[in-house]
C-alpha cells in the first residue's frame, strides 16, 4: 500500500483552500487596474477635447472678425468655467486666453474672471 507523505497532503489541503482567494485577489486587481485605467483614459479625453476647443477658440479670436473674436472670447470663459477643464490645465488656459484675447477685446470681457481686487494690465502695444 502506497502512502502519501503528510507535507504533501498540506500542500494540497492548503492550495484547495486558498485558490479561490487567490482567484478572487486576482478577480480584484484585474477590476482596480481596469477602473484606473479608464479614469486615466477618461481624463486624456477630456484634455484633449479642452485643447481643441482651446485651439479652435484662438484661432476665431485671431481670424479678427467680431462674430469670430466674439465666438472664441465667449468659448474660453465658458471652458475656463466648465468642468471639462481640469485644474492642472486652468493656468495655461487662463493665460493663453488673456494672451491671446485681453488686447482684442479688452479688461471689461475678463472682469468676472478674475477677483476684483486683481487689476488685468493690458500690453505694452495698446494705446489704452
Do not use: C, N
Not at 90 to 113: K, P, S
Amino acid at each position: 500500500m502506497f502512502v502519501i507523505p503528510t507535507w504533501i497532503s498540506v500542500v494540497g489541503v492548503v492550495v484547495t483552500v486558498l485558490s479561490p482567494f487567490l482567484a478572487l485577489g486576482g478577480v480584484a486587481l484585474g477590476a482596480y487596474l481596469t477602473r484606473k485605467s479608464d479614469r486615466e483614459l477618461d481624463v486624456w479625453r477630456h484634455r484633449e477635447e479642452t485643447m481643441r476647443m482651446v485651439r479652435w477658440a484662438v484661432e476665431q479670436i485671431l481670424e479678427g472678425t467680431d462674430a469670430g473674436t466674439d465666438a472664441g472670447v465667449v468659448t474660453l470663459r465658458s471652458l475656463m468655467r466648465s468642468e471639462l477643464l481640469q485644474p492642472e490645465d486652468y493656468d495655461l488656459v487662463a493665460a493663453l486666453t488673456a494672451a491671446v484675447a485681453i488686447d482684442r477685446v479688452g479688461q471689461a470681457a475678463y472682469a468676472e474672471l478674475a477677483d476684483e481686487d486683481i487689476e488685468v494690465v493690458e500690453g505694452e502695444g495698446t494705446d489704452g
